[in-house]
């Protein structure tokens, strides 16, 4: 069984930072895409970073590009996203995303990613 299990979320002050992890079983992170998403209060789901099942290649939204790494531990199959610099509109729920390909169209990432976590709060505050 496929299962992603994210953690790391909490409250942070503007200009902190914050990591999560993005555990995953019944495959490997050899085997599949991993995509980062977001979703704010009120607002649709924002793809915000994905990183190849090869780790070679990563993605960044222009939302977060320059303060958000994603990277990959391929021994502990997990994927991480570090995040610099939050502000207050980093606030949302954050999801990771599996069994897909980082496809990215008109500057977005398509969520059509096969398995999700539940998903992780984080708050910024001002």
């Known amino acids: 069984e496929v299962q992603l299990v994210e953690s790391g979320g909490g409250l942070v002050q503007a200009g902190g930072s914050l990591r999560l992890s993005c555990a995953v079983s019944?495959?490997?992170?050899?085997?599949?895409?991993i995509g980062w998403f977001r979703q704010a209060p009120g607002k649709g789901l924002e793809g915000i970073s994905c990183?190849?099942?090869?780790?070679?290649?990563?993605w960044y939204a222009a939302s977060v590009k320059g303060r958000f790494t994603v990277s990959s531990d391929n021994a502990k199959n997990t994927v991480y996203l570090h995040m610099d610099s939050l502000k207050p509109e980093d606030t949302a729920v954050y999801y990771c995303?599996?069994?897909?390909?980082?496809?990215?169209?008109?500057?977005?990432?398509?969520?059509?990613?096969?398995?999700w976590g539940q998903g992780t709060q984080v708050t910024v505050s001002s």
């Open positions: 995303a599996a069994m897909g390909v980082c496809t990215v169209v008109a500057g977005g990432l398509l969520s059509d990613f096969g398995s």
């Open positions: 019944g495959f490997t992170t050899d085997d599949s895409a």
């Open positions: 990183i190849t099942s090869s780790n070679a290649d990563t």
